[in-house]
C-alpha cells in the first residue's frame, strides 16, 4: 500500500508539472507586425459637382490595396479627408471592416466637405486617404498615400436649434406661439444657452417650470430633467434627460424658485445643465432695435414684451454678405461668426453665407445672436 501510494503521488506530480508546462507554453503566441502603408488608387475624376436634389446618388468611389499585419486577422480601414495635405483637421468619413472600396453619396460627401471646413458654392480642393489598422482597438495604424480633387458643395446646416416653453417662460405652455430660441456657442455646438426673464406667478410647485423644444408644434423631442413631474424638485444643476434623446417618457421640467433673470446652460456632450441668478440691473433699455447690412435692407425687430431684452424676428430674406444690429442710440452691434455668436459694438461684421429666409433672434444683455435658415 505504501508503495501504491508513492507511485501514485509521482503520477500525480507529473501530471501537474505537465499541465503547468502547457498552459505556459508561447510557441503559439499571436504575433501581428505593421504593414507597409495601403496604396489609395488615383481617381477617374477630378471634379464633382454635389447636386442638391439627388443626395443618394452615388458621388465617389474609392479603392485602395490590402494591408498586411501577418496575421489572418480582420482588418480596419477608415476614408479620412481634409482641407490640407498634412491633415491637420482630418474628419472621418467611413469605415469598413475587410473590404478595400467604399462608396460615398451625395450627401455623405456633401457632409465631409462641410465637416472639414470647405465653403458652400465654392470650388475647393479636398484630400482623401484611407487608414488601416488591426483589432477592436484600432492598433497599429498606418496611413496610406492622398489624392485629391475639387469640390462643389452644396449648402448643409449641421446645427440643431431648440426652443423655450413652458410657464416660466413668455409662451407658456403654448409649443407653437414664437418660442424663443436657445443661443449657441460659436465654439461648440453642443453648448447652448439663454439669458432672461423667467417667471413664477406664485408659490405653486408647478410655477416658474419650462422645458427645452427641438421643434416648435411638436411635443417630442424634448428635454428636460432625470426626475419625473412631481419630483421635479428645482435644482441649480444637474442632469439632462429627453425623450426620445435618453428615454421613452417625457422628462421632467427645469424650474426657477423665483422671478428674475438667470442665464441657463446646457450640453448635449455632457448631458448636464445649470441655471443661476443673472443680475440685468445695470443693462441699458433700448426702445428700438433694427439689423442692416449688404446681407437685407434695413428691417425694424420686435421687442419682447415678456422680456425687454430679447428681440426678434420671425422671417426676413437674407443673402450673401453682412449683417450688423443698430440700437435706437446709433449703437452698432455685430460678431464674426456665421449663424450664431455674440455681438459687440463696433464688433465687425455678422457673414451671412448662403441665402435663405431667416429667423433671428437678439439679447442685447449679452449681445447673443443667432440665425436660423428655415427652408436649408
Known amino acids: 500500500m505504501k508503495n501504491l501510494k508513492k507511485i501514485s503521488t509521482f503520477i500525480l506530480s507529473a501530471l501537474a508539472i505537465s499541465l503547468f508546462s502547457s498552459c505556459t507554453d508561447t510557441t503559439d ?30 458621388a465617389l ?20 479627408m481634409a482641407s490640407d495635405q498634412a491633415f491637420t483637421n482630418a474628419a472621418t468619413v467611413a469605415t469598413v471592416n475587410g473590404n478595400n472600396t467604399v462608396t460615398l453619396s451625395v450627401s ?19 484630400y482623401a486617404r484611407v487608414v488601416s489598422s488591426i483589432g477592436t482597438q484600432n492598433g497599429l495604424p498606418v496611413a496610406s498615400n ?29 409649443n407653437n406661439d414664437n418660442n424663443p430660441a436657445l443661443f449657441r456657442e460659436s465654439g461648440n455646438s453642443n453648448q447652448y444657452y439663454y439669458i432672461g426673464y423667467f417667471k413664477k406667478a406664485s408659490a405653486d410647485f408647478n410655477e416658474g417650470r419650462f ?17 419625473n413631474e412631481g419630483s421635479d424638485t428645482v435644482k441649480p444643476a444637474g442632469e439632462m434627460a ?21 442665464k441657463f446652460t446646457f450640453n448635449f456632450s455632457t448631458k ?56 435706437n442710440t446709433g449703437a452698432v452691434w455685430a460678431g464674426t461668426t456665421e449663424f450664431s455668436g455674440i455681438a459687440k459694438v463696433n464688433g465687425g461684421n455678422i457673414p451671412v453665407v448662403v441665402e435663405d429666409d431667416y429667423e433671428i433672434w437678439f439679447n442685447d444683455l449679452d449681445g447673443s445672436y443667432i440665425m436660423i435658415p428655415l427652408n436649408l
Open 242 to 262: 429627453g425623450n426620445p434623446g435618453t428615454q421613452s417618457g417625457d422628462p421632467g421640467r427645469f424650474g426657477v424658485t423665483a422671478s428674475g433673470y438667470y
Open 272 to 327: 448636464k445643465y445649470t441655471m443661476a441668478a443673472y443680475d440685468a440691473s445695470a443693462a441699458p433699455n433700448f426702445t428700438g432695435m433694427e439689423i442692416q447690412g449688404s446681407a437685407t435692407t434695413t428691417k425694424a425687430m420686435t421687442k419682447s414684451a415678456f422680456d425687454g431684452h430679447i428681440w426678434n424676428l420671425k422671417s426676413v430674406r437674407l443673402v450673401p454678405g453682412n449683417l450688423q444690429f443698430k440700437t
Open 108 to 126: 455623405e460627401l456633401n457632409a465631409a466637405a462641410g465637416s472639414v471646413g470647405l465653403s458652400p458654392f465654392v470650388w475647393s480642393t479636398i
Open 29 to 58: 503566441a499571436f504575433e501581428v507586425s505593421s504593414t507597409e502603408p495601403v496604396v489609395l488608387s488615383d481617381l477617374a475624376i477630378n471634379k464633382i459637382e454635389l447636386d442638391a436634389v439627388n443626395i443618394n446618388n452615388p
Open 211 to 227: 422645458k427645452i423644444l427641438e421643434s416648435r408644434g411638436l411635443w417630442q423631442p424634448q428635454w428636460g430633467v432625470t426626475e
Open 146 to 174: 492622398s489624392v485629391n480633387f475639387k469640390v462643389y458643395p452644396y449648402f448643409n446646416y449641421k446645427f440643431k436649434d431648440y426652443y423655450l416653453v413652458g410657464n416660466g417662460t413668455a409662451p407658456g405652455w403654448n
Open 61 to 80: 468611389t474609392l479603392s485602395w490595396t490590402t494591408a498586411d499585419y501577418g496575421q489572418q486577422a480582420s482588418i480596419n480601414y477608415s476614408v479620412q
